[in-house]
């Protein structure tokens, strides 16, 4: 068992950009490592990491925006007792 290689990829196929793709296109999208190793960058697709936290923030910016009109909401029953 151990990692296999592989050897010719077809980017073309991946991006689905059609026929009128060039290799200085391609290679605008994609960041290729000395050892041969292809990312995609974040602009083509964002990894699902980042998305993760992205979605925590989201919902902690929505969590305390609600928290805050909820508290003002307490403080004014206060006041009308």
Not at 23 to 29: D, T
């Amino acid at each position: 068992m151990g990692v296999n290689k592989v050897n010719n990829i077809d980017f073309k196929a991946l991006f689905g950009d059609g026929d009128d793709v060039t290799e200085e296109k391609l290679l605008k999208k994609v960041i290729v490592t000395p050892n041969k190793v292809a990312y995609i960058r974040k602009d083509v697709r964002l990894g699902i990491l980042p998305k993760v936290l992205q979605e925590f923030l989201n919902t902690r910016i929505m969590l305390k925006k609600s928290l805050k009109h909820v508290r003002v909401k307490r403080i004014l029953l206060i006041m009308r007792l």
